[in-house]
């Protein structure tokens, strides 16, 4: 059974950093892609950023291109979300998901090609 964890979410106040965590137990990322998401109230689940796990490569929604960055660490099977200049507008619950086959256009934007989620970290910007 695979799981993913999520940690590192917090209060922090505008312009400030955070680095998000998602660990998985139960089957390496190893093939995968691996993307994080975000709910903020009222509003949709919707994209942030992507990992293709083998490959390298990364994808970021445009509200966060340049602020955020996807990273891994392969020996602990663990992909980051690092978080700067955050702002009030980034207050949401953060998601992380893995993807079987991230390949193809925009993979990482279907919600529904993603098979395992997390449950969730708070990230909450003041201003």
């Known amino acids: 059974q695979v799981q993913l964890v999520e940690s590192g979410g917090g209060l922090v106040q505008a312009g400030g950093s955070l680095r998000l965590s998602c660990a998985a137990s139960?089957?390496?990322?190893?093939?995968?892609?691996v993307g994080w998401f975000r709910r903020a109230p009222g509003k949709e689940r919707e994209f942030v950023a992507a990992?293709?796990?083998?490959?390298?490569?990364?994808w970021y929604a445009d509200s966060v291109k340049g602020r955020f960055a996807i990273s891994k660490d392969n020996a602990k099977n663990t992909v980051y979300l690092q978080m700067n200049s955050l702002k009030p507008g980034d207050t949401a619950v953060y998601f992380c998901?893995?993807?079987?086959?991230?390949?193809?256009?925009?993979?990482?934007?279907?919600?529904?090609?993603?098979?395992?989620w997390g449950q969730g970290t708070q990230v909450s910007v003041s201003s």
């Open positions: 990992l293709n796990w083998s490959a390298g490569n990364t």
């Open positions: 998901a893995r993807h079987p086959i991230p390949i193809g256009s925009l993979w990482y934007r279907n919600q529904n090609g993603y098979t395992y």
């Open positions: 139960g089957r390496s990322f190893s093939n995968f892609g």
